[in-house]
C-alpha cells in the first residue's frame, strides 16, 4: 500500500490529502488554516461522485443530425457516449462552420463561472483564450458578484478598485475604530470562500479582536444570521432594497447638524453641491430626512436616530456587502455609501472611511502583498465584442437588439453556437424558465464539466473535464498572503481530460495552435507563470524561492507589506500627486459624465429610486425573497457531494409562516409569475416579517409540473438588470408567495 499526502487548494480553502494507492481518500483543511472542513472534506465525494462524466457524450439527435436537430430536446433526449475523436471531430467542424457562415460574434463563449481554483487550468480563461485564438468571439463584459459596482465605482472614484481588490485592513479598524456600521452585514458563512483559494482564513477573529478593542458594530440587514456569532452588535431591519434612502438619510443628517467636513469635501469631492441640494429636497420638494427614511425603510425612527448618533462621532468604517448592489438600481447603495463617507471626512484614514465587501468573502481587509499568485494571460478578441454578464439569455432570444450601457449602446449578436467551460449558467443566471426557452434557441451547445450539473445534462456535446486534483497548477489569491503549488494527486478520472488539453487538440484541427498554447505544455506554461512571480519579487526587492523549491515546499508565504493597506490612502495625502481617474480628479459626489448619459434612472447624484419588485410595492400577500450564497457549497459546487434533507431550507419569520399555515420542516411552494420551487420551511424569528430567505446552489430540476423539485430560487427572480449604466444581476429584488405543497406531501405519505 503506498500514502501520499499532498496540499491541494479550492475556492473554499487550502487542503491536505490522503491519497492511497492512486485513490484520493480523505482531505482536511491545512492545519490553522480555519477552512471549513465539511467543504474541504467532501473531496473524495466530489472526485469520486456518481455525477462524474466519464466519456464523452453528444446528445442523441444531435448525433443524427447536427445542427439542423434543434435545440427543444435539450435536457430531455439521452446522451450518447462517443469516442473522444468523434467529439473533437465534431467541435472542430461546428466551429469552423459556424464562424464560416455566420463570423465570430455568432460565437458566444463568455462562458461566465468561477472555475476551479488554479491560474493556469481556470477553465474559463482557457476556452476564452482559444476561442480568441480560433478567430474571435462574443464575450460577456462584468460579472454576477459586483457587476453595477464594476460599472458605477470609476464613474465615482476612476476605478472599481474598491470592490475588485482594494480594502482598509481590519487591523486598523482594531487600531483606530470607534465603530463599524455594516449593511448587508458580515455574515461568516461568506468567509469560507476566496476568489482564487486562500490558505488564511482568519477573518472571524479579525473581527473579535477589533470587537476586544472596544469598536462597536452595527449590522444593517433583515437577517440575524448577518452577524457572526459571538458578536455583540445592535441590528436593524430594514426592508430589503431600502438602504439607499437610509444612508441618505444619515448624509442629510450629517449637512442638516452641521457635522459634514466642509474642508474635505471643497480638497476631496466634486459636486457636492449638487448632491447637497439633492438630499435638502431643493428639486424634489422632499428632504431626505430620517423620518423619509423610515418610513421608505418601514423602521421606528428612533433606530434611525441611534444609528446617527453611532457615525456622528469618532473613527467611523461604513461597509457595505455586496449583495446591496445585486439589485435593482444597485449601483445606489455604492455611491451613497461613498458619499456619506465623503461627508464624514474620513476616507483615507486607518479605521474610517468605507471598504466594500468585508462581510462578502474572505480576505477582504486582510493583510496581504499584491501581485504575488501569477495571471495567466489572456488574448486578444480583436474580431468578436462583449455584451454585460448578466443580459445573455436576453441575446440568445433578441438578436439584433440594441440596449444601452453605461454610456454606450450594445447590439445583441446572432448567437448560433454556445460554447461554456467553468461556469453553471443553470445554477447563476436569473429567471430559469426563460433561460430553458432561450437556451433552445442556439444551434450548437457546447459545455466542458466535470460533472452532470443541469447545463451539462443541456448541452449537445459534452466534454468531461478533470477536477483540479488530477491535474498540476500554481493557485491563490491577492486576497492570501501565500501562493500555493497545486500538484496532481490521482490520474485523471474516467475518461476525463485537463480542459487546457482538449482545446489544444482542437486548436491543432483548426489550425491555430501556436496562437493558443504559445508552443507551451503544462510544465512550460507553469514556469513562465512561475517566472512573474519571481518578476514581481525582483522588482520589490522580495526574495521569491526558485520553482523546484516552491514546488517541493508546496506553497510559499509572501512576506508582509510594512504598513497594512488603508483604501484610498495616498489620494488623501496628496490629491494633486495622487489624482483619482475621475474627470475631475476628484471623489465625484455628482457625475456629469453620467448627466451626459441622460438616463432617466440614473440620476447625476446618488438618489433613492424604488424597485419594482420590494415590500413597498409588494400586493397582500406578497413577500420579498432574498436570495443569498449557500453556506456549506460554492454556488452549484458541492452540491452533489453534500447531503441534502430535502430541497434548500427557506428562512420564513413564524408570524408570516402561520398565517399561512407553514410549520417548521414543512415542504413550501414558493411562486410567482416567472415560476415556481420547492423548499424547506425553516421558522427564524430574527427574520424581519415580510422577508424569505433562500440561498442558491441547488441543481436545477424541474417536474413535469414545470415546479422546481430541489429548491433553485433562481426560476423565482428577475431577469430585469440594475439599470441601463450596469446592465446587472438584480437577483435580490423579487417578489413572491408561499404556501405549504400539500400535493407533494400527499405524494410522498
Ligand atoms: N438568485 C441569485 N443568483 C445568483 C447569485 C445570487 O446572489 N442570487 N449570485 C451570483 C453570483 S455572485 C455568482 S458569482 C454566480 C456563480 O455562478 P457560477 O460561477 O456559474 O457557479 P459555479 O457553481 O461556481 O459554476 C462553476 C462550474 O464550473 C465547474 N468546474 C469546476 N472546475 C472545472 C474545471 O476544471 N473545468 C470545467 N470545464 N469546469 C469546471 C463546476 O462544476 C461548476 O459547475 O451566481 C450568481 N447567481
Ligand atoms: N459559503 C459561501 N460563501 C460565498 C459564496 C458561496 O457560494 N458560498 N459565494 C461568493 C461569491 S461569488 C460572492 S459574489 C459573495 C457574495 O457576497 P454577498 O453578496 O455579500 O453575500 P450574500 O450571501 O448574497 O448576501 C449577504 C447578506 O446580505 C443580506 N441582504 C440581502 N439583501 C439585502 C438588502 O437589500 N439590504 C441589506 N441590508 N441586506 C441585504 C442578506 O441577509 C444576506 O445574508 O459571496 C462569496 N462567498
Ligand atoms: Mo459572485
Known amino acids: 500500500m503506498s500514502e501520499v499526502r499532498k496540499i491541494g487548494l479550492a475556492h473554499w480553502g487550502a487542503f491536505e490529502a490522503t491519497v492511497v494507492d492512486g485513490r484520493l481518500v480523505a482531505a482536511e483543511p491545512l492545519a490553522g488554516s480555519g477552512a471549513d472542513p465539511d467543504m474541504i472534506g467532501a473531496w473524495p465525494a466530489l472526485v469520486y461522485s456518481k455525477d462524474r462524466i466519464d466519456r464523452p457524450h453528444v446528445r442523441e439527435s444531435y448525433l443524427k443530425h447536427g445542427p439542423r436537430a434543434g435545440g427543444a430536446g435539450r435536457g430531455r433526449e439521452p446522451m450518447v457516449p462517443v469516442d473522444w475523436e468523434t467529439a473533437l471531430d465534431l467541435v472542430a467542424g461546428e466551429l469552423r462552420r459556424v464562424h464560416g ?56 472614484l476612476g476605478s472599481a478598485d474598491a470592490v475588485s481588490g482594494a480594502a482598509t485592513a481590519w487591523d486598523t479598524i482594531a487600531e483606530a475604530g470607534d465603530a463599524v456600521v455594516a449593511f448587508g452585514g458580515l455574515n461568516p458563512k461568506n468567509w469560507h470562500i476566496t476568489s482564487g483559494g486562500a490558505v488564511d482564513h482568519h477573518l472571524p477573529e479579525a473581527v473579535a479582536r477589533a470587537a476586544t478593542r472596544g469598536v462597536r458594530f452595527t449590522v444593517v440587514s433583515p437577517f440575524a444570521d448577518d452577524v457572526p456569532p459571538g458578536l455583540d452588535a445592535t441590528l ?56 423619509w427614511a423610515a418610513e421608505i425603510a418601514d423602521l421606528d425612527v428612533a433606530e434611525l436616530r441611534r444609528l446617527w448618533d453611532t457615525v456622528r462621532t469618532g473613527r467611523v468604517m461604513l461597509t457595505a456587502s455586496w449583495s446591496l448592489q445585486r439589485a435593482e438600481h444597485g449601483e445606489q447603495p455604492f455611491w451613497a455609501l461613498i458619499a456619506l463617507a465623503a461627508l464624514l471626512g474620513q476616507i483615507g484614514q486607518p479605521g474610517g472611511g468605507f471598504t466594500f465587501g ?89 459545455v466542458h464539466e466535470p460533472w452532470w450539473t443541469p447545463t451539462a445534462q443541456r448541452a449537445d456535446i459534452v466534454l468531461p473535464a478533470t477536477t483540479s486534483v488530477e491535474r498540476n497548477d500554481i493557485g491563490g489569491s491577492s486576497r492570501d498572503p501565500y501562493v500555493v503549488a497545486m500538484p496532481r494527486m490521482i ?35 507553469l514556469r513562465r507563470l512561475w517566472s512573474q512571480t519571481e518578476a514581481r519579487g525582483a522588482a520589490e526587492g522580495i526574495n521569491v524561492p526558485d520553482f523546484e523549491t516552491f514546488r517541493s515546499d508546496g506553497l510559499w508565504r509572501v512576506p508582509a507589506p510594512a504598513t497594512p493597506e488603508v483604501l484610498l490612502a495616498d489620494f488623501r495625502a496628496d490629491p494633486d500627486r495622487a489624482p483619482l481617474a475621475t474627470p475631475s480628479g476628484r471623489i465625484e459626489l455628482a457625475s456629469p459624465a453620467i448627466a451626459g448619459f441622460g438616463y432617466e434612472t440614473v440620476p447625476p447624484h446618488p438618489a433613492w429610486l424604488a424597485p419594482a419588485e420590494w415590500l413597498g410595492a409588494a400586493g397582500p400577500d406578497e413577500l420579498h425573497l432574498v436570495t443569498n450564497q449557500p453556506a456549506k457549497q460554492l454556488h452549484g459546487q458541492l452540491y452533489q457531494a453534500l447531503p441534502h434533507d430535502g430541497p434548500t431550507p427557506v428562512a420564513i419569520n413564524p408570524e408570516d409562516a402561520d398565517s399561512r399555515g407553514i410549520a417548521d420542516g414543512d415542504i413550501v411552494r414558493l411562486w410567482n409569475g416567472r415560476g415556481a420551487c420547492l423548499a424547506t420551511a425553516r ?58 405543497e400539500t400535493d407533494t406531501l400527499k405524494r410522498t405519505a
Open 101 to 156: 457562415e455566420f463570423g465570430p460574434t455568432s460565437v458566444f463563449g463568455g462562458s461566465y463561472g468561477w472555475s476551479s481554483a488554479g491560474r493556469f487550468h481556470h477553465a474559463r480563461t482557457q476556452v476564452r483564450r482559444f476561442l480568441a485564438a480560433a478567430g474571435g468571439f462574443t464575450d460577456q463584459v462584468g460579472n454576477y458578484s459586483w457587476g453595477a459596482a464594476h460599472a458605477i465605482l470609476p464613474h465615482v
Open 491 to 525: 490520474d485523471p478520472v474516467g475518461e476525463a481530460r485537463d480542459d487546457f488539453a482538449i482545446f489544444r487538440d482542437l486548436a491543432d484541427r483548426l489550425g491555430c495552435r501556436a496562437a493558443f498554447d504559445e508552443g507551451l505544455d503544462e510544465e512550460g506554461w
Open 683 to 740: 421558522l427564524d424569528d430574527s427574520l424581519r416579517p415580510g422577508v424569505l430567505i433562500m440561498a442558491t446552489g441547488a441543481w436545477y430540476a424541474p417536474g413535469d409540473d414545470g415546479v422546481e423539485r430541489n429548491g433553485n430560487p433562481n426560476v423565482l427572480t428577475a431577469s430585469r438588470r440594475t439599470s441601463p449604466l450596469g446592465q446587472a444581476c438584480a437577483a435580490l429584488s423579487a417578489l413572491v408567495r408561499i404556501a405549504p
Open 358 to 446: 468585508y462581510g462578502s468573502m474572505n480576505g477582504v481587509g486582510e493583510i496581504a502583498r499584491k501581485g504575488y499568485v501569477p495571471a495567466m494571460p489572456g488574448l486578444p478578441n480583436p474580431n468578436g465584442m462583449g455584451i454585460p454578464v448578466a443580459a445573455f439569455a436576453d441575446a440568445f432570444l433578441h438578436p439584433g437588439d440594441a440596449i444601452p450601457f453605461n454610456g454606450r449602446s450594445v447590439t445583441y449578436p446572432d448567437v448560433r453556437l454556445v460554447y461554456w467551460a467553468g461556469g453553471n449558467p443553470f445554477h447563476h443566471a436569473q429567471d430559469l424558465g426563460r433561460l430553458e426557452e432561450a437556451w433552445q434557441r442556439p444551434e450548437t451547445i457546447i
Open 236 to 291: 436593524i431591519r430594514p426592508r430589503p432594497n431600502s438602504d439607499t434612502a437610509i444612508i441618505l438619510a444619515l448624509a442629510h443628517e450629517a449637512v442638516a447638524t452641521g457635522r459634514a467636513d466642509r474642508e474635505f469635501l471643497d480638497r476631496y469631492t466634486s459636486g457636492a453641491e449638487t448632491f447637497i441640494a439633492y438630499l435638502n429636497g431643493d428639486r424634489d420638494g422632499q428632504p431626505k430626512t430620517l423620518d
